[in-house]
């Protein structure tokens, strides 16, 4: 069931960290509802997720997942580029949070 909570916690943060340019400095209030509600969302789950995740390994994860998706929304959404390097780092960032889940004795098997 971790698992799905952290699913939960980064969908939260991917929903909030998206709203943040509509917020416009906090300034619109639904765009700026739907960051504090995403976040408190996102932060409760990710606790959840730490009864039996390690801390390093739910992190890891959670932002690897969503530094990716935040990328895709704003390629895709809001027309911002991704040009050969930022690709490639994204590319980086999955094969971290890869080698850490598949190969690390910290990560719960």
């Given at each position: 069931m971790s698992w799905v909570y952290l699913l939960i916690a980064i969908s939260g943060g991917v929903i909030a960290t998206s709203a943040l340019k509509a917020s416009e400095g906090f300034t619109k209030l639904t765009p700026s509802g739907l960051v504090a509600v995403g976040y408190a969302i996102a932060f409760y789950f990710l606790s959840l997720t730490l009864t039996s995740i390690p801390v390093g390994i739910a992190y890891a994860v959670w932002s690897g997942l969503g530094v990716v998706l935040i990328s895709l929304i704003g390629w895709?959404?809001?027309?911002?580029?991704?040009?050969?390097?930022?690709?490639?780092?994204?590319?980086?960032?999955?094969?971290?949070?890869?080698?850490?889940n598949l190969l690390s004795h910290a990560a719960p098997h």
């Open positions: 895709v959404f809001l027309g911002q580029s991704l040009d050969l390097a930022a690709v490639a780092g994204i590319a980086l960032i999955v094969a971290g949070v890869l080698i850490i």
